[in-house]
């Protein structure tokens, strides 16, 4: 079993729609978690921290859930410009210790 | 902005052949990490840098060597390239105490024949 898993889509959805997708952990003692964005054929880029109390950065909203072991991301009015693939990351204290998920694709379509 | 960039887009090598991938940054990071990208796997830790002349393993360092002379400058060696070589190489710095905000270079592209 993968450390950090997502369900890799597509997830092909209509622009203005609300899309939200999980990623799952199997480490309890993680400590830190992202989701980054990363375009096609481009490195990936730090989207947003998520904290234990969820946060909010415009149309988008993370959360964490401890004890189910699960961080989510939900894009709320989607963009064509959000058509990318977005990587969860987990984290603990040490940095050899950064999981990668392989990604899940969100294609946003007019 | 931080910056990082790397010494190649593409690179087409054979099999044997040594090949060394340059990563540079500027903005004083104390943390260097090279990863490769395979479809389906995402990004895998090869070798990481804390410090200069200081490297830990990742999680999968067999086959690389890693060189950090300077706190700018982080390069992956393959010493002998291989086809299973093949693939994205990214190299990525983060500034000390805060090692999870990691921003990346380009990437290489390497193709193994």
């Known amino acids: 079993r993968k450390e950090v898993e997502q369900d890799p889509g597509p997830f092909n959805v209509p622009e203005g729609a609300t899309v939200a997708f999980n990623c799952t952990y199997s480490n309890s003692a993680s400590q830190s978690f992202f989701w980054y964005r990363q375009d096609c054929r481009k490195e990936p880029k730090l989207l947003m921290s998520?904290?234990?109390s969820g946060n909010e950065d415009g149309r988008f909203t993370a959360q964490l859930n401890r004890a189910s072991q699960y961080i989510s991301l939900l894009i709320r009015d989607s963009k064509l410009s959000d058509s990318a693939t977005y990587l969860c990351v987990v984290s603990y204290s040490s940095a050899s210790k950064i999981i990668f998920g392989s990604g899940t694709r969100l294609s946003i379509r007019p | 902005d931080v910056k990082v960039t790397q010494s190649s887009r593409y690179l087409v090598k054979r099999t044997g052949e040594k090949v060394f991938l340059e990563c540079v940054q500027d903005?004083?990071?104390?943390?260097m990490f090279w990863y490769r990208q395979d479809p389906g796997l995402g990004l895998r830790l090869i070798y990481f840098s804390y410090d200069v002349k200081m490297k830990e393993k990742g999680d999968i360092p067999e086959g690389y060597s890693v060189s950090r002379e300077k706190k700018e400058r982080f390069s992956l060696i393959l010493e002998s390239a291989s086809t299973n070589q093949t693939s994205m190489y990214l190299c990525?710095?983060?500034?000390?105490?805060?090692?999870?905000?990691?921003?990346f270079g380009p990437g290489t592209r390497l193709t193994v024949l």
């Open positions: 903005m004083d990071h104390e943390n």
């Open positions: 998520v904290y234990s």
């Open positions: 990525a710095s983060s500034l000390v105490g805060n090692t999870d905000t990691q921003y």
